[in-house]
């Protein structure tokens, strides 16, 4: 193959005629000397140029950014990198690709006369494309990995290089590229019995790329390395190389150790433990209705090929592997059902490791009964429009799902339907990827066992009865005859005049707070902000029935109607909405919502633990929400503030050192609450 360098002669030529440019000055005169610049090599993000000058007793150089910007022979030589005498090659690395730079080179002799400046225009090649190059998994022989180019159109090579085949810890790019050219692409070429220019036609690519090295060496680090080429061989990129090591031992070593323990009706622990902790496996623990066309006696060879079936697309993508010892306690089963649990090799892109397949069975023991299913279910909080409830079951390990229905068009085989019709959809969905995926294990995905989470209902109609309905399900999607119903109603929609208003006074810097000594034992001053709001309520506000919310997010502005359709998107944050949240469970325990309980109708509340918006890795916004009862309990208008903290943009602490002194002197209205955004007080 072409040295990459030769191919550029029409530019080389051009740069040997700039590099012959000179320019004299008075007090460089009569030194006898002269400096010889020349281009060496030219690359994408580097470039190499020669200088020279005989009997010169010092020489230097300086990169400038233009020929009209050169220094004194004086000022070189001061603010210069020195060379060797009589000269040597020097690298200029980090360039952007496409790019002019420009060389300015002086020498002295023993006397301290200066030669005349030389200058060199040289220039980098090719297109400005990176490469992202993420290593999928390694074997003992093997590496797999894919390649995520900037520019998808640049076609490109990737090879794998023995990290102890380089001159250097950190190779430079003409090492590499001489490394990929030189030896693998010559050698890939010469085996495959093509020129070099017909082997890159047929073996470079574009865009995003998976692939493999195979037969590599055990115990070895490597270097892959992505670049782009011309077919003749000629280096297009920045030269990018990431690193990866083949495990200790041969692929054929790999074996495992699997068991399980503390087997129950609806859990069990398992544990794998591999003779090679760094190789790449999968394990799986599924029923045997998986497996319909297979025993036992099929081997553990045959388990892991009809996974490999299934989910080969997903392991050539590297979802799901695992390294080293593994324990997974409490991992869900269904009662009464057989299990195969078996673990395999496997390197995406090349494929399942037949030497390392190992498999073993257990059936769980019998559960409760379905027809023993009982529940009760606890109302969280009831508005006019949304309902928060809370399911929990007399049994622990049978499966349900809950709907809410009209009071006036509920029957029992509707409820039913509902819920094996949600079943279904998601049987229906995952099957169509997977041919494997079972009725049960759509039951696990989309039905509860044991006492789940707060559920929120909404799109209700106010002053309108509610059946909560809980149905039980069998482990293979069938709803059963024992339901379970809790009646609720929902409130009046129209709200009463009580208020509370918030106003922000400041935002502040919570450690300037804190060297300024206020709130003393704070935990969540240092590095947060800290936002001040005044509050105050009207007449008809019951003083014990005041709340706020620090919202994570913007609840202020509404969403603005299509301007294609002029729809407005369904979901906002109505006040119906907000006090769902506001009067649910979670929020108490969470403690994003407090009860302040004041005897004044105004007050002030400090709120720390608040991210800064400059400063996180993700925007912050955050909406204050207040909103009171009236002695009626019924909920008035919920006040809202849209705020985002900014470092750079804090108010003057000493506005809230004065604050706070005048409201401990008695001469400002006391505090509601000193609060953090979290559960803690202080």
């Not at 073993?360 to 928060?388: R, Y």
């Amino acid at each position: 193959m072409k040295n990459l360098f030769s191919v550029l002669k029409i530019s080389l030529l051009a740069l040997a005629a700039a590099g012959t440019l000179f320019s004299c000055r008075p007090d460089e005169k009569g030194s006898g000397l002269e400096v010889k610049l020349a281009v060496v090599q030219q690359g994408v993000s580097s470039v190499t140029f020669n200088i020279s000058c005989e009997n010169a007793a010092k020489l230097s150089y300086i990169q400038v950014a233009d020929l009209s910007s050169v220094p004194s022979a004086e000022g070189i030589m001061t603010a210069g990198t020195p060379v060797e005498v009589p000269g040597q090659d020097v690298t200029l690395e980090g360039l952007t690709p496409s790019t002019t730079y420009y060389v300015a080179a002086v020498a002295a002799s023993e006397s301290g006369a200066y030669s005349s400046v030389a200058t060199l225009e040289i220039a980098t090649i090719g297109n400005d494309c990176d490469f992202n190059i993420q290593i999928l998994a390694v074997s003992g022989s093997a590496i797999s990995y894919m390649v995520n180019p900037s520019d998808t159109t640049v076609p490109y090579y990737v090879a794998a290089v023995k990290a102890d085949s380089l001159l250097m810890a950190e190779p430079s790019e003409i090492e590499l590229y001489n490394a990929v050219v030189d030896s693998v692409v010559a050698s890939a070429a010469e085996a495959a019995g093509l020129s070099e220019a017909d082997y890159l036609s047929q073996n470079l690519v574009k865009g995003i790329s998976r692939g493999a090295f195979e037969n590599l060496t055990p115990a070895t680090q490597y270097l892959v390395v992505a670049l782009g080429l011309s077919t003749d061989g000629a280096l297009t990129t920045p030269v990018a190389y990431t690193n990866a090591a083949t495990n200790s031992s041969s692929d054929d070593d790999l074996r495992f150790e699997l068991g399980y323990t503390d087997l129950q009706a609806t859990t069990v622990t398992l544990t794998l433990v591999p003779t090679d902790e760094e190789a790449t496996y999968y394990m799986l623990c599924q029923t045997q209705s998986n497996y319909p066309d297979l025993t036992e006696e099929d081997g553990a060879l045959a388990f892991a090929q009809a996974a490999v079936e299934v989910y080969g697309m997903y392991l050539d993508q590297n979802i799901g592997p695992y390294t080293g010892t593994q324990t997974v306690t409490k991992f869900e089963v269904n009662p009464e059902t057989k299990y195969y649990y078996f673990a395999f090799g496997y390197v995406p892109m090349l494929g399942l490791n037949e030497h390392s397949c190992a498999m073993t069975t257990f059936t769980t023991p019998e559960g409760e009964k379905i027809e023993n299913f009982t529940a009760e279910v606890e109302i969280m909080s009831v508005t006019a429009m949304s309902l928060n409830y809370r399911v929990k079951p007399g049994l622990q390990t049978i499966y349900y799902q809950s709907v809410v229905v009209p009071d006036s068009t509920y029957n029992v085989k509707d409820a039913q339907d509902a819920v094996y019709a949600a079943i279904k959809e998601h049987f229906d969905t995952q099957r169509a990827q997977n041919p494997t995926y079972t009725m049960g294990d759509a039951v696990q995905s989309t039905c509860y066992r044991g006492e789940n989470a707060e559920i929120m209902i909404g799109g209700l109609s106010p002053l309108t009865n509610y059946k909560i309905v809980v149905v039980p399900v069998s482990d293979a999607g069938s709803p059963a005859d024992n339901v379970i119903t809790f009646d609720v109603t929902t409130t009046e929609e129209n709200t009463s005049n009580a208020l509370l208003t918030n106003e922000l006074v400041g935002i502040y810097d919570g450690s300037e707070a804190m060297n300024k000594g206020l709130f003393p034992g704070a935990t969540t001053l240092g590095g947060h902000s800290l936002a001040v709001f005044h509050l105050e309520a009207n007449a008809d506000a019951d003083p014990s029935q005041l709340y706020y919310y620090i919202w994570g997010g913007d609840i202020v502005t509404q969403p603005e109607p299509d301007p294609e359709t002029g729809e407005t998107p369904e979901f906002v944050y109505t006040d119906d909405y907000i006090l769902s949240i506001i009067n649910g469970e979670t929020a108490i325990e969470y403690g994003w919502r407090v009860n302040v309980d004041i005897s004044k109708d105004d007050g002030y509340i400090f709120c720390s633990n608040l991210g800064w918006y400059d400063k996180e890795p993700y925007t912050i916004y955050y909406t204050m929400c207040t909103v009171a009862k009236d002695r009626n309990g019924v909920f008035g208008k919920v006040g809202r503030t849209l705020f985002q903290p900014v470092s750079t943009e804090v108010d003057d602490i000493d506005e809230l050192v004065e604050l706070v002194n005048r409201i401990e002197a008695g001469q400002q209205s006391s505090p509601l609450r000193i609060s953090e955004r979290g559960a803690a007080r202080w």
